[in-house]
């Protein structure tokens, strides 16, 4: 089992900033591609930033300039600065993280989801 811990979320003002934390838990050996999605009412969950082990990163256009994703290997841990938020980037929030670990003492591949955090824009 790996556990994923968000934090972070809240409602701030259009064009404030927020941080979003998620922390992994678990039976970890590594971990790859870390990254955060977003859900907003009535929409499909889309991707807002991904973070691979190497640190090469990618962004949804929509928030390119504006967001920066970043970890912290050594606390299993990825970060999501928001700056200049938009009142259209309100939705909650998941952190995606995806490695190897092992689980029931054998090696295996996960991918797990955070709770979810809610971030509201308001104009």
């Known amino acids: 089992q790996v556990q994923l811990v968000e934090s972070g979320g809240g409602l701030v003002q259009a064009g404030g900033s927020l941080r979003l934390s998620c922390a992994a838990s678990?039976?970890?050996?590594?971990?790859?591609?870390m990254g955060w999605y977003r859900q907003a009412p009535g929409k499909e969950r889309e991707l807002v930033a991904a973070?691979?082990?190497?640190?090469?990163?990618n962004y949804a256009d929509s928030v390119k300039g504006r967001f920066t994703i970043s970890r912290d290997n050594a606390k299993n841990t990825v970060y999501l600065q928001m700056n200049t938020l938009k009142p259209e980037d309100t939705a909650v929030y998941y952190c995606?993280?995806?490695?190897?670990?092992?689980?029931?003492?054998?090696?295996?591949?996960?991918?797990?989801w955070g709770q979810g955090t809610q971030v509201t824009v308001s104009s």
């Open positions: 995606n993280v995806r490695g190897r670990g092992t689980f029931g003492g054998k090696p295996s591949d996960f991918g797990s």
């Open positions: 678990g039976s970890i050996f590594s971990i790859n591609a």
């Open positions: 973070i691979t082990s190497g640190g090469s990163t």
